[in-house]
C-alpha cells in the first residue's frame, strides 16, 4: 500500500503546506493577504525580505496600506491594474516600482494576486525584478545606440557617394574614389570594433592607411594616443585623402619619392600631425578644389575640434592637422537621449517629413541654417539645399556655434538633435522663444525622438534633401 493513501488529513495537508512554501522559496516570491471583510493585511517574513514591508498582520486600511510604497509614477496604473483585474477576472498582474520604506530604495517588482470564488480574500505573491528591469533598460540603450551609429554611418556613406559623385567627370572615376573612401571608413570601423569602440591609437590609423600602398617609402612615428571613435573616422579619412593625393600625383608616385608623419601631443590637450612629402614630381597649387580639399580643411578639422592646413610647396605637399583634447578617448561619455514613446513630432503630433515628395516650392529662396555635427551631412545637405534654389546662411557643429546664429536673418533652422553627445535643447528653446522655424533631425530610431516639448517637424537619418524640404515646408506652415 502507498504510504500517502495512509496518511491523516493534517498531514496531507502539512506536506501541501510545506511543499508550497518551497515552491514560493525557490521562486524568490513573497506572499500578501488582503482580508477585505476585516480590513486586515498580512505580510510574509519573505515579502518584508523583498519590500521592506514589515511582517505580520495590519491594518488594510482599504488597501492603502500597501498602496503608500508603491513609486508615485506608477500608483495610478498598479491602481487600475488591480482594481479593474479584480473585478471583471478575479486576478491580476503587474509590474511596479516600490520604495522600500527601511532604506528608501527604488525597487521594481511583479506582483500578481486572484480573489477565490465567494471570498472575501485576496492572495498574491510579490517578486523582485530590478535585475531584470535594468538589463532591459540596459539593452533597449544599447539597441537604440546601435541603431544612432548605424544611421550615421548610412548617412556619412550617402553624403560621401553624393559628393564623390558632384567632383568626378565619369563613372570610373567615381567608383575608384567612392571606393577608397568607403574602404577608409571600413578600416576605421575595423579598429573600433578591435578595442569594441573604445577608439584607436594614431599609429595603428596611419599603418592601415600607408601600411600596404609604398612599402618603404612611408614612416610614421609618434607617442601613443588614443582617439575617440568620431576622431578615429575623421583622421582616417584625412590620411586616406593625403595617401591618395600623393599616390596619384604626390610622393608616392614616383619610386624616389617619401612620406613622413608624425605626430605630438599639444600642451592643453589633443595632438599635431604633420604629413609631409618629399622626392616627387614638383608640385602645384591646384586649380580646381577637390572634395578632398573640402574634406580636410573643412570636415576633418572640425570633427577633430581644430584645424586642417595643406600647402602645395613646390619640394612637396605639407598638411598640418591639429586637434584639442575632445578629439582623445576617455573624455566626459556621450549624454544619451533619453527613450520617449513612439511620436513622429516633439509633441506627439504626426511628421509629413518623411513623405520624400521634394517640395521644391517650400525651400526655393529660403534662408537655412544647418546645425550639425557631422561635416560629411552637413556639407551634403548644404550641397543639395542649393541645388534646390535654398540660401544656406549659416552653419554650426556645435551649441555655443549654433547659439551664434540664432538671431541671424533665416527662415528655418535644421537642427541635428544630438551634437556629439550633447541634445540640441538650448538651440531649439532659443529659437522657440524668438519665434523662428526649425525641424529636428536625429540619427537615433523612434524609441528616442528629438526633445520633448518643440512642435517641430522630426526626420530621421539616413535622409535625402527631398525629406528635408519636405519639412521646411511642414515648418512653414506651421
Not at 568626378?168 to 567612392?178: N, R
Request: hydrophobic letters at 45%; a negative charge; proline letters at 5%.
Amino acid at each position: 500500500m502507498d504510504d500517502r493513501e495512509t496518511r491523516s488529513p493534517d498531514e496531507k495537508l502539512a506536506i501541501e503546506q510545506e511543499r508550497a512554501s518551497l515552491a514560493l522559496a525557490v521562486a524568490g516570491l513573497g506572499e500578501f493577504e488582503w482580508d477585505m471583510q476585516g480590513d486586515r493585511m498580512t505580510v510574509s517574513p519573505r515579502m518584508f525580505e523583498i519590500t521592506g514591508v514589515n511582517a505580520g498582520a495590519m491594518p488594510a486600511e482599504h488597501g492603502q496600506a500597501l498602496y503608500r510604497y508603491v513609486h508615485p509614477d506608477d500608483l495610478e496604473t498598479v491602481r487600475r491594474a488591480v482594481g479593474d483585474g479584480l473585478r471583471e477576472r478575479g486576478r491580476f498582474e503587474v509590474e511596479f516600482r516600490i520604495i522600500r520604506p527601511d532604506n528608501g530604495r527604488v525597487l521594481w517588482v511583479h506582483c500578481a494576486g486572484a480573489a477565490p470564488r465567494e471570498s472575501q480574500r485576496v492572495i498574491g505573491v510579490v517578486r523582485d525584478i530590478t535585475q531584470r528591469r535594468s538589463e532591459d533598460d540596459a539593452r533597449d540603450a544599447l539597441v537604440a545606440e546601435l541603431d544612432h551609429r548605424v544611421k550615421n554611418v548610412l548617412a556619412s556613406v550617402q553624403s560621401l557617394a553624393a559628393q564623390s559623385a558632384r567632383k568626378t567627370t565619369s563613372l570610373d572615376a567615381f567608383l575608384k574614389t567612392f571606393a577608397g573612401r568607403l574602404e577608409a571608413m571600413a578600416s576605421a570601423h575595423t579598429l573600433l570594433t578591435a578595442t569594441r569602440w573604445r577608439g584607436a591609437e594614431i599609429g595603428n590609423i596611419a599603418a592601415a592607411e600607408l601600411g600596404g600602398l609604398a612599402p618603404g617609402q612611408a614612416r610614421w612615428s609618434g607617442p601613443e594616443i588614443v582617439l575617440n571613435p568620431r576622431a578615429t573616422n575623421a583622421l582616417t579619412l584625412a590620411l586616406h585623402e593625403l595617401a591618395t593625393n600623393a599616390v596619384k600625383y604626390g610622393a608616392l608616385s614616383a619610386e624616389t619619392g617619401r612620406v613622413e608623419v608624425k605626430w605630438t601631443p599639444r600642451p592643453g590637450g589633443g595632438f599635431e600631425l604633420t604629413w609631409t612629402e618629399r622626392g616627387g614630381p614638383p608640385v602645384a597649387t591646384p586649380a580646381r578644389r577637390g572634395f578632398g580639399s573640402t574634406l580636410l580643411e573643412r570636415v576633418t578639422g572640425r570633427e577633430l575640434g581644430g584645424e586642417a592646413k595643406i600647402d602645395f610647396a613646390a619640394g612637396g605637399v605639407r598638411a598640418t592637422i591639429t586637434a584639442d583634447a575632445t578629439a582623445l578617448a576617455g573624455g566626459p561619455a556621450p549624454v544619451r537621449l533619453a527613450a520617449q514613446p513612439k511620436v513622429e513630432k516633439a509633441d506627439g503630433a504626426h511628421s509629413g517629413a518623411s513623405s520624400g515628395a521634394l517640395a521644391a516650392d517650400s525651400v526655393k529662396g529660403r534662408k537655412i541654417i544647418i546645425v550639425e555635427d557631422a561635416m560629411l551631412l552637413s556639407l551634403e545637405l548644404e550641397a543639395g539645399l542649393t541645388e534646390a534654389g535654398a540660401s544656406v546662411v549659416g552653419s554650426a557643429a556645435d551649441l555655443d556655434e549654433a547659439m551664434k546664429l540664432v538671431d541671424i536673418p533665416f527662415d528655418v533652422a535644421v537642427l541635428d538633435a544630438n551634437l556629439n553627445g550633447t541634445p540640441v535643447t538650448p538651440v531649439a528653446e532659443a529659437l522657440r522663444q524668438r519665434g523662428k522655424r526649425f525641424i529636428f533631425a536625429t540619427g537615433y530610431g523612434d524609441a528616442a525622438p528629438a526633445p520633448e516639448g518643440f512642435d517641430a517637424p522630426v526626420v530621421r537619418k539616413p535622409y535625402n534633401v527631398s525629406q528635408i524640404a519636405a519639412a521646411v515646408a511642414e515648418a512653414m506652415r506651421a
